[in-house]
C-alpha cells in the first residue's frame, strides 16, 4: 500500500470536427475517443468565426496533440514510479498549460457570440475530457495486479486525481447543451452532442 500511495503522490503533484457550411449537419460522435474530429459539423465556415474563437480551436487541437508516454514495459512498481515522476509529469504538465491557454481563448471567445459560446462549451470539454480519461487509463503495475485491494486504492486514486477533469468536462459539456435550447436551430445537434457526452462520462468514483 505504501508502494501505491508513494505513486499516487507523485501523480497528485504534477498537478477538428467536420466543418459544413451548408446541407445536412454532422452530429458529431459522443462515442469517440475525446478528440476536435468527435465534434459535430458547424454551420458556418470556420474562417467566419472570430479571430480569437479560431485562436482558441487552434490551441484545442495543439491540445490533443500531447499523446501519454507509454508506461514501462516491464510495469515494475520502481519503473512505474520513476515513470509517473519524469515522463508522466512531464506530461501532465504540458498538456495542463496548452488546456488552460486554449481555456482562456475559448472563454473570452464565447463572449462574442451566442454560436461560439455553444461551441466552446464543447471543445472545453472535450479537451477535460481527455485528460481524466488519459489519467483513469493509467495501467495498474504488474506488481500490485494481483494484490486486489491494493489495485483497488491505485485505481480510486487515480480515479481521484481525474475527478476534477471530469467535473469540468461536465459543466462544459452542459453549459453547451443549455446554450444549444436558447441558440439557433442550426446549431441544435451540438447541444444534443453535449448532452450525449455528458450522459456518457464516467461518473466521479466507480
Request: with cysteine; aromatic share 6%.
Amino acid at each position: 500500500m505504501q508502494r501505491v500511495l508513494c505513486i499516487a503522490a507523485i501523480v497528485a503533484g504534477a498537478c477538428g470536427g467536420a466543418e459544413v457550411a451548408g446541407g445536412e449537419r454532422e452530429p458529431g460522435d459522443p462515442y469517440a475517443e475525446p478528440s476536435m474530429t468527435a465534434l459535430p459539423s458547424l454551420d458556418v465556415p470556420r474562417e467566419e468565426l472570430t479571430e480569437r474563437m479560431r485562436f482558441g480551436w487552434t490551441l484545442a487541437e495543439e491540445s490533443f496533440q500531447h499523446p501519454m508516454p507509454p508506461a514501462p514495459p516491464s510495469g515494475e512498481t520502481a519503473d512505474f514510479q520513476r515513470w509517473a515522476e519524469h515522463e508522466l509529469r512531464e506530461w501532465l504538465e504540458r498538456k495542463s498549460r496548452t488546456v488552460e491557454a486554449a481555456r482562456r481563448e475559448l472563454d473570452q471567445a464565447a463572449e462574442e457570440s451566442h454560436r461560439q459560446r455553444i461551441v466552446a462549451g464543447a471543445i472545453v470539454g472535450l479537451m477535460y475530457e481527455d485528460v481524466a480519461r488519459a489519467l483513469r487509463d493509467i495501467p495498474v503495475p504488474a506488481e500490485i495486479q494481483h494484490e486486489p485491494e491494493i489495485a483497488a486504492i491505485f485505481r480510486d486514486v487515480l480515479a481521484a486525481q481525474a475527478a476534477p477533469y471530469l467535473e469540468h468536462a461536465r459543466r462544459a459539456y452542459n453549459a453547451c447543451h443549455l446554450n444549444a435550447e436558447g441558440g439557433p436551430e442550426s446549431l441544435a445537434h451540438w447541444g444534443r452532442f453535449c448532452e450525449a457526452r455528458w450522459e456518457v462520462l464516467p461518473p466521479p468514483r466507480e
